[in-house]
């Protein structure tokens, strides 16, 4: 199984941007995709990416702001989140599309362990 590890996280204020990546420990040729967690809350889908760079998929609360992208020689996947609110404060995970919806957690079968992404207004 993949292994993932996000970074790039960090506090900032409104309006700040930062680039969130995730490295995965070898190829994969599956969709990935960014969720976030806030506290008490569920882990929510915010934009995935098919390996083929085809039709990339933002949550709307997000659509405008954040652009995901992957460099598959890299093995890694993207998040540059721009105009930062204080509602995206949250845990960012990357995930890798086991089945199912882009948009369901429960679709997904790796996780990294998240990176902290606090806005402060």
């Known amino acids: 199984q993949v292994q993932l590890v996000e970074s790039g996280g960090g506090l900032v204020q409104a309006g700040d941007s930062l680039r969130l990546s995730c490295a995965a420990s070898?190829?994969?040729?599956?969709?990935m995709g960014w969720f976030r967690q806030a506290p008490g809350k569920e882990r929510e889908f915010v934009a995935a990416?098919?390996?083929?760079?085809?039709?990339?998929y933002y949550a709307d609360s997000v659509k405008g702001r954040f652009t995901i992208s992957r460099d598959n020689a890299k093995n890694t996947l993207y998040l540059q989140t721009n105009s930062l609110k204080p509602e995206d404060t949250a845990v960012y995970y990357c995930?890798?599309?086991?089945?199912?919806?882009?948009?369901?957690?429960?679709?997904?079968?790796?996780w990294g362990q998240g990176t902290q992404v606090t806005v402060s207004s």
């Open positions: 070898s190829r994969t040729f599956r969709t």
């Open positions: 995930g890798v599309l086991a089945g199912g919806l882009y948009y369901d957690a429960k679709s997904y079968g790796s």
């Open positions: 990416i098919s390996w083929g760079v085809l039709n990339p």
